[in-house]
Structures are given as structure tokens and as C-alpha cells.
Nanobody, 120 residues
Framework: QVQLVESGGGLVQAGGSLRLSCAASGSILDINFMRWFRQAPGKQRELVAAISSGGSTNYGDSVKGRFTISRDNAKKTVHLQMNSLKPEDTAVYYC??????????????WGQGTQVTVSS
């Protein structure tokens, strides 16, 4: 069974840092894009950052210059280093990845989410 498991969320003061991690497990043949999304109460889920299998990255405008996405293909993990956190970064953060398991077809998978709370 393929799954994504996030870790690293928590409570931090404004200006602080957190590092989120997401590990893919199960029968995985290949991983294409890996992404982090977030959803704040009453708001739509938004893309925070994405990284291709080759390491190309892109970021949402609100996090550029503060967040860094990285991945380790051998360990099937993706990380999100979050610096200079602001109260408006408070949200549930979700890991998302395009995974190929039993076939060569890629499907999107989601983690269960991890809460990040930034206090002012």
C-alpha cells in the first residue's frame, strides 16, 4: 500500500523556523513531482512549493525567499524548510506526490496533513 507520511509540524513564534518532512512508502516504482500544499481555516488549499524529479523548483508568491523545498530521491522523501514564519503561514500542510506503483502510470497521492501554527 502506497502512502505519504508527513512529520515536523508544530507551534512556533513568528520569525521562527520549522522543517517539514514527508516520506513515501510502499511498492513505488517511480516518483515524479513532489509538492507541499497548505489549507488555512475557511480558505482554499493552495500550492506552497513543488519540486520535480530533477530538482527544479517553484514556489507560491507568499513564501518565495522564506521557504525551501528539497527532496532525496533515494530515500523517497521531500522536505520543506520554513524560515521567517508569519502568523498567516498557519495552516494544515499536506504533502502531495505523483507516484507510479504497480504500473508506469503516475497517480497523485496525499499525506494526512500536519498542523503548523505560528503565533504572533
Amino acid at each position: 500500500q502506497v502512502q505519504l507520511v508527513e512529520s515536523g509540524g508544530g507551534l512556533v513564534q513568528a520569525g521562527g523556523s520549522l522543517r517539514l518532512s514527508c516520506a513515501a512508502s510502499g511498492s513505488i516504482l517511480d516518483i515524479n513531482f513532489m509538492r507541499w500544499f497548505r489549507q488555512a481555516p475557511g480558505k482554499q488549499r493552495e500550492l506552497v512549493a513543488a519540486i520535480s524529479s530533477g530538482g527544479s523548483t517553484n514556489y507560491g508568491d507568499s513564501v518565495k525567499g522564506r521557504f525551501t523545498i528539497s527532496r532525496d530521491n533515494a530515500k523517497k522523501t521531500v522536505h520543506l524548510q520554513m524560515n521567517s514564519l508569519k502568523p498567516e503561514d498557519t495552516a494544515v500542510y499536506y504533502c502531495n506526490a505523483d507516484l507510479a506503483s504497480s504500473s508506469r502510470t503516475f497517480y497523485p497521492y496525499w499525506g494526512q496533513g500536519t498542523q503548523v501554527t505560528v503565533s504572533s
